[in-house]
């Protein structure tokens, strides 16, 4: 279905603030249609750990149980912040929330043992990274990283929830690491 253009006798404002909202919303819909097509540009990684393998000792409640150095890149242009969710779906009373993290600048590195923004409540009730400790067997953790197009400018302390929910039309880039952890003792 084709749209003919006029010449129009109305105020040439009006007509440049819809071409504006026009592409703007193209933009919205090509980066949506993106995401939901698994099209990232963007990429998390770890130094200490590959994708789908063991995360080293010291970085769970066997170790030190601190966060791990993690990597991004491919960070969208337009993205204003990062948010970050480290969750283990594999934990027996359902998924365990292991740190909240959000209002991150654009950073290309989060350090380890670091606080890279405001920190969310993790599932033991706690805002700092809580390492893998899994009860029985290998449990998958799952790093989330979330590109925005605005800073959340949320309270610390929110859920996991909260955060997805004030996420939500903020997105415009994700990518996830996984890593795996079984107790040695």
Known sequence: MGYRMQKSKGNPSI????LILSVCFSCIIFTSAAIAEGESNMEISSPEFDHNQSIPSKFTCEGKNINPALIIDGI???AKSLALIVDDPDAPMGTWV??????IPL???IEENSIPGKQGSTSNGSRDFHGPCPPSGTHRYFFKIYALDAMLNLEEGISKKELEAAMQ???IDKAELIGLYKKIR
């Open 15 to 18: 007509c440049g603030a819809f």
């Open 169 to 171: 039309g903020h997105i």
């Open 98 to 103: 292991h740190w909240v993290v959000f209002d």
């Open 107 to 109: 950073i290309n590195r």
């Open 76 to 78: 969208f242009k337009d």
